[in-house]
Antibody, heavy 119, light 113 residues
Framework: EVQLVESGGGLVQPGGSLRLSCEAS????????MDWVRQAPGKGLEWVGR??????????EYAASVKGRFIISRDDSKNSLSLQMNSLKTDDTAVYYC??????????WGRGALVTVSS | DVIMTQSPLSLPVTLGQPASISCRSS???????????LTWFQQRPGQSPRRLIY???KRDSGVPDRFSGSGSGTDFTLKISRVEAEDVAIYYC??????????FGQGTKLEIK
C-alpha cells in the first residue's frame, strides 16, 4: 500500500524557517517525481514545487511565489522528500501535502502538515 | 500557466439527483497520443484530496461507478448520476498536460439541499 506521511509542521514567526519531511513507503520511491502542493485555510490547491526522479540528474522546479525561498530535496536511500522553507511569510500559512506524480496526475496524497506563519 | 475554470463554484443538490461540474482549460489538454491529462479530485471536509478520475474519463479503483468523467481538448465534465450524502465535498479539476506547473480549478463545493 502506498503511503506518504508528512511531518515537521508547526508555528513559525514571519521571516523564520521550517523544514517539512515526507516519508514514502509501499512503492519504488526513486522512480517517481514527487511534488509539494499546499492549501491555505479555506482556499484551493496550489502547486509549490517538484523534485524529479533521477533520470541522469535530479531537477527541482518551484512556483514563482516560493522560488528563492523554498528548497526541495530528496534522499532516495531513505525514501524521503523534504521541503526547506525560508523567509516565511504569513501568506505561506497552509496545509502542505506531499504528492506522487504519475503520468500527469497525482495518484496519492499524504495527510498534510499544517504550517502557520504568525507573530 | 494554463488556467482552469470550474463552474459552478457552489452546487446544491437533492439526494438521489444527478450533479454535473464543468471544467474548462485555457489551452487544449490533448496530447499527441490523444490523451487528455485532466484529473478530478474529491476533498471531503477535513481530509486530503482523493483522486476520482484521471486522463479525463478513467475511474480510479474503489470509486463508485456513479462518478464519471468526460470531455477532451478544453472542455471537461464530472458527473454524479445520483448524489449520496457521502458525496458532500469540494471537487477540483487539475491539468497535467502542460508542465510546469500542473494547475487546479478553483473548486466546486457540493452540498445537499
Amino acid at each position: 500500500e502506498v503511503q506518504l506521511v508528512e511531518s515537521g509542521g508547526g508555528l513559525v514567526q514571519p521571516g523564520g524557517s521550517l523544514r517539512l519531511s515526507c516519508e514514502a513507503s509501499g512503492f519504488t520511491f526513486s522512480a517517481y517525481d514527487m511534488d509539494w502542493v499546499r492549501q491555505a485555510p479555506g482556499k484551493g490547491l496550489e502547486w509549490v514545487g517538484r523534485g524529479t526522479a533521477n533520470r541522469g540528474s535530479y531537477i527541482t522546479e518551484y512556483a514563482a511565489s516560493v522560488k528563492g525561498r523554498f528548497i526541495i530535496s530528496r534522499d532516495d536511500s531513505k525514501n524521503s522528500l523534504s521541503l526547506q522553507m525560508n523567509s516565511l511569510k504569513t501568506d505561506d500559512t497552509a496545509v502542505y501535502y506531499c504528492t506522487r506524480d504519475y503520468w500527469g496526475s497525482y495518484d496519492h496524497w499524504g495527510r498534510g502538515a499544517l504550517v502557520t506563519v504568525s507573530s | 500557466d494554463v488556467i482552469m475554470t470550474q463552474s459552478p463554484l457552489s452546487l446544491p443538490v437533492t439526494l438521489g439527483q444527478p450533479a454535473s461540474i464543468s471544467c474548462r482549460s485555457s489551452q487544449s489538454l490533448e496530447g499527441r497520443s490523444g490523451n487528455n491529462y485532466l484529473t478530478w479530485f474529491q476533498q471531503r471536509p477535513g481530509q486530503s484530496p482523493r483522486r476520482l478520475i484521471y486522463e479525463a474519463f478513467k475511474r480510479d479503483s474503489g470509486v463508485p461507478d456513479r462518478f464519471s468523467g468526460s470531455g477532451s481538448g478544453t472542455d471537461f465534465t464530472l458527473k454524479i448520476s445520483r448524489v449520496e450524502a457521502e458525496d458532500v465535498a469540494i471537487y477540483y479539476c487539475m491539468q497535467g498536460s502542460h508542465w510546469p506547473p500542473y494547475t487546479f480549478g478553483q473548486g466546486t463545493k457540493l452540498e445537499i439541499k
